[in-house]
């Protein structure tokens, strides 16, 4: 009973495990550059196109003001699309992607805008072109603030891949559910919490002792 | 010695929404020199030197450094002008994430050097502003006047031909800023790269700038060589710019001043000196010529950048007979100016 709980428990972690870092990672390839996108063809950015930054940041919001609950069933298509299959952990990786993408682009853009613009300046001033300045100024000295929103996407995708167990995504949150609420199996459902706690912690621990290593303030 | 002036103004003008930052601004600076521009909080400098710079746009008006107009071009073509353009910073702005080294180096990049080039300058640089030792340090490691030397280090990296100074010293404590003028007096002296700084402090002018532009609500209130602003300021900014740094009136006396000549009375003026002038034998000249003699109730004389410029009170006792009109103008053809400031009981 209890190897078969472990077994369980072990199935679901890795389960929540590929789906939190495939989406975590294409968040963060497609979430970065539509972040620097936002700061840089915006009206004081360094390379103003307001109508294009206009309906970016339309998008951004559109995809964000929907539930991820629904945003998962309208992706069906999608998902079918791309995946072959709306059913499974790897289809789930699509929704938990695009729903992660506007997510993250807005926490970086934050971090991209706080760059002090004096250092825009001083290389611009030195004949710096838009490249060298997204290169060399805005990700760099934006590093520390970047990883740690990318920590905070991680849990919140832990979260969100739970959801996705709505369409057979499997994963400890679905676990949670199917035996813990639906079975009235208690010690299935405190396990899963303790689990998940001991997760973010440790992504939380990580993401912080990267950040604190990266930066040079 | 008619060669092209490295920086050529020729009116330009700025508009910041409804307020005019800049008004018809024009002065030519030829290689080698040091152009000081000086004025209270919101005269201008910042949008000047950022125009200078080419961060920000002008109204009206051209900038021609080298021979080419950069108020013309495009951002694309800006880049490789402002290549051969330095500038440094109140606060620095130095990378935070990159080392004292690599912060010298981007410029280099940008330049597209060869690696091996780079790594030599850089090197050759850092040793240049004292820092030799600090290459691998970062920014938040260093002081703030090791930071700044960082900052020269990397405006003069890939050879301008013009260094712009914006407010470079202000964020730095006096001595530090001692010894950061002097390093940038010895750059210019060594690699004779012209230089403009804006400053709100006319030390820095005094121990930096051979030539002067006075800005006031966006115009030039005055320009000259630093002798003739510190000698003889003509415009009320000027003289307030320059409180402290004038011999003044002392309280006591300008309380005794009286506008009419009274009874023991001699009148009292007020000579401004600068360079020959103040070295000659003005008082002496002064009693044989008009058989007065001159009582010194005030004044001083300082070295500015090797010119001696100051201010002498003066009250001319036993002038009864001698004509006020005849020692102004005597006095006005030696000196870069006169004031009779009225009359007092010489103590003498």
């Known amino acids: 009973m209890l190897s078969l709980l472990l077994d369980l428990l072990w199935q679901s972690l890795l389960q929540t495990l590929e789906m939190t870092f495939a989406a975590g990672a294409v968040s963060l390839l497609l979430g970065l550059p539509l972040a620097v996108l936002l700061v840089t063809t915006d009206r004081q950015g360094i390379r103003p196109i307001p109508p294009l930054n206009l309906v970016a940041s339309w998008i951004v919001n559109a995809v964000r003001s929907v539930p991820f609950i629904i945003l998962l069933i309208i992706l069906i298509p999608v998902t079918r699309l791309i995946a072959g299959t709306s059913l499974g952990t790897e289809a789930a990786i699509i929704p938990l992607s695009i729903a992660c993408i506007p997510y993250y682009a807005r926490i970086a853009e934050v971090s991209l805008r706080e760059v002090d613009r004096g250092l825009i300046d001083a290389v611009r001033a030195m004949g710096g072109s838009r490249w060298t300045i997204i290169r060399h100024v805005l990700v760099p000295e934006a590093l520390p603030g970047l990883l740690s929103g990318f920590t905070v996407t991680l849990v919140t995708l832990i979260g969100a891949s739970a959801m996705a167990g709505a369409i057979g995504a499997g994963g400890l949150g679905d676990l949670a559910i199917r035996y813990g609420y639906q079975r009235f199996e208690t010690n299935v459902m405190i396990a899963v919490v303790i689990v998940l706690i001991a997760l973010v912690c440790l992504i939380q621990w990580l993401g912080d002792r990267l950040a604190a290593r990266l930066g040079h303030r | ?348």
């Open chain 2, 1 to 348: 010695m008619s060669a092209p002036p490295l920086l050529d103004v020729r009116g330009i003008a700025r508009r910041l929404g409804s307020h005019q930052a800049l008004d018809d601004i024009s002065f030519s600076l030829a290689s080698g020199d040091i152009l000081g521009i000086i004025g209270r909080s919101g005269a201008g400098k910042s949008t000047l030197i950022r125009c200078l710079s080419g961060l920000e746009r002008v109204d009206g008006g051209s900038i021609t450094v080298e021979g080419t107009e950069i108020t013309a071009l495009s951002e694309t073509a800006l880049q490789t002008v402002r290549q051969r353009i330095g500038m440094i910073f109140q606060h620095f702005n130095l990378l935070s994430a990159k080392t004292a080294a690599e912060n010298v180096m981007l410029p280099l990049l940008i330049a597209g050097w060869p690696k091996r080039r780079r790594e030599e300058r850089v090197a050759e640089l850092l040793d240049l502003v004292g820092l030799g030792g600090q290459a691998k340090r970062y920014p938040h490691q260093l002081s703030g006047g090791q930071k700044q030397r960082v900052g020269i280090a990397r405006a003069l990296a890939a050879s301008p031909a013009l260094l712009l100074c914006d407010e470079a010293t202000s964020a730095l404590d006096p001595e530090t800023t001692t010894s950061i003028l002097a390093l940038l007096d010895d750059i210019n002296r060594r690699l004779g790269v012209t230089m403009v700084l804006i400053t709100h402090e006319m030390s820095v002018i005094r121990s930096l700038a051979r030539k002067v532009i006075v800005l006031d609500h966006g115009r030039i209130a005055e320009q000259g060589s630093v002798a003739e602003i510190f000698g003889a300021p003509r415009s009320d900014v000027t003289h307030s710019l320059l409180r402290g740094f004038r011999p003044e009136l002392p309280d006591h006396l300008a309380a005794a001043l009286r506008p009419e000549p009274f009874p023991g009375s001699a009148p009292l003026f007020r000579i401004d000196l600068a360079g020959e002038n103040a070295r000659g034998t003005l008082l002496f000249d002064l009693a044989q010529s008009f058989r007065v003699r001159p009582v010194l109730l005030h004044g001083g004389l300082q070295d500015v950048r090797g010119v001696a410029v100051g201010s002498l009170f003066v009250a001319l006792a036993d002038a009864g007979a001698a004509p006020v009109d005849a020692i102004l103008s005597f006095l006005l053809g030696r000196s870069q100016a006169t004031e009779l400031l009225g009359h007092v009981v010489p103590s003498a």
